[in-house]
């Protein structure tokens, strides 16, 4: 069986220090759990508020219009948020804006700006470097399909130079207005020396898709990442009721964002900017409990003749990657506990086959050369009994396919 394990040991070790002393990964004045629970709250008390509330509003009454075309007026100069009371949704949302708060804390940015999806998201920083006249990607695979065929298809005329890490200096040229990564890439669970990444990048905006990692396992912008991706549809979210994405960034580069935003439509509602800010409150929880399980099925899987290689990554996580020896489809239909069903991140444990659906859409010997083969599964490990679970891989696994 040629099964490689990336140092789940150390994976678990990394857990054991995130449960302890909180100093693995702190905001910059508060531990990583404290600012989960408080970040973006700190004005509740003194409205005499407990929870957040959900403002529902899309407009706003204004008896002063000259003030009120003077902040529009100001927002369309800069992208600066208006100050005084909000004017319209489409310009931002007091609920989302307290997420926005909460994950720039987290990710240890000057901001955030929260998109309707993670691929609004993406589209929003393409077309921010577009209208620059920078419109050349310099991006590492895997990433994940669908971002990958937003940059290949050219669908926001953007054209792409696909390089392995040490290629990435010599691909970029005068037009280049942003290298993509993703650590832990999405499907493979393969990892980049980020802090190597962005040195590489030289002036170039490096933006790293933290999507599987979470600020609670890595802060890119801590290693030279100018912008931070979230499918915020995922962990951030944890609980699989709410689509979203988000750039945490630096100042600047978010007022860009929001113009776009402003321009494009593609704002987050705002309950689902509540729901998000609770499930940031319970991130560092969520992750550290299903990280735990994976750890423990990345190690069951490694010893298991019926599979051929896993995949899981030196910094830990909830992601499982492994290759069967049998059709992995019939795993597919054999589970009953886990849910067969595409995204991830939530708290219960979902499973898909890349090739079929989240890659797909990848032409196939890119998606193989990437190292997205047929046989690979993708497993998202929830917060179930981990017996439970293995339980139930042991026999969607079956008998096909053992050497």
């Known amino acids: 069986m040629d099964s490689v394990v990336y140092d789940t040991q150390g994976a678990q070790d990394a857990q054991d220090d995130l449960s302890g002393s909180g100093q693995v990964i702190t905001a910059p004045t508060r531990a990583l759990a404290t600012e989960a629970v408080h970040a973006g709250r700190e004005d509740l008390a003194a409205l005499g508020l407990h929870a957040a509330p959900i403002d529902l509003s899309t407009t706003y009454p204004s008896y002063d219009s000259r003030g009120e075309a003077a902040r529009i ?19 931002g949302n007091p609920t989302v804006a307290r997420f926005e708060t909460a994950l720039a804390r987290l990710e240890g940015t000057e901001s955030a700006v929260a998109f309707a999806s993670g691929m609004a998201a993406l589209s929003a920083v393409l077309l921010v470097r577009n209208a620059m006249g920078l419109r050349h990607v310099v991006a590492v695979r895997p990433l994940y399909g669908c971002s990958d065929h937003l940059l290949t298809a050219g669908l926001l005329g953007s054209e792409v130079t696909w ?5 990435i200096a010599d691909a970029l040229r005068p037009d280049t207005g942003l290298v993509m990564v993703e650590s832990p890439a999405n499907p493979t669970l393969a990892e980049l020396d980020l802090r190597a990444v962005a040195h590489s990048c030289g002036s170039v905006p490096l933006l790293a898709d933290n999507t599987f990692a979470t600020p609670v396992l890595q802060r890119p912008a801590e290693h030279g990442a100018r912008l931070v991706l979230h499918s915020a549809t995922k962990y951030l979210g944890g609980h699989g009721d709410v689509m979203a994405g988000v750039v945490a960034c630096d100042e600047e580069f978010a007022r860009k964002l929001r113009q776009v935003r402003f321009a494009t439509g593609g704002v987050l509602h705002p309950l689902a900017g509540y729901l998000l800010l609770r499930g940031l409150s319970t991130l560092p929880v969520r992750v550290r409990a299903a990280s735990s399980n994976a750890a423990e099925l990345a190690r069951r899987l490694a010893d298991d003749p019926r599979v051929a290689r896993v995949h899981y990554p030196r910094i830990g996580g909830a992601m499982i990657a492994f290759e069967v020896h049998g059709d992995p489809h019939d795993v597919i239909a054999g589970v009953r506990l886990i849910t067969p069903a595409v995204s991830l991140g939530s708290v219960d444990s979902l499973i898909q086959h890349p090739a079929s659906i989240s890659h797909r859409i990848v032409p196939t010997a890119d998606r193989q050369g990437a190292g997205v083969s047929d046989r690979l599964l993708r497993l998202s490990v ?22």
């Open 382 to 403: 929830g917060l179930e009994d981990v017996d439970d679970l293995w339980s139930d891989l042991d026999t969607a696994l079956g008998s096909h396919g053992g050497e």
């Open 73 to 91: 007026d100001a927002f369309a100069a800069d992208g600066a948020e208006p100050e005084g009371p909000p004017v319209y949704a489409r310009l």
């Open 163 to 167: 390089v392995d890490p040490a290629g």
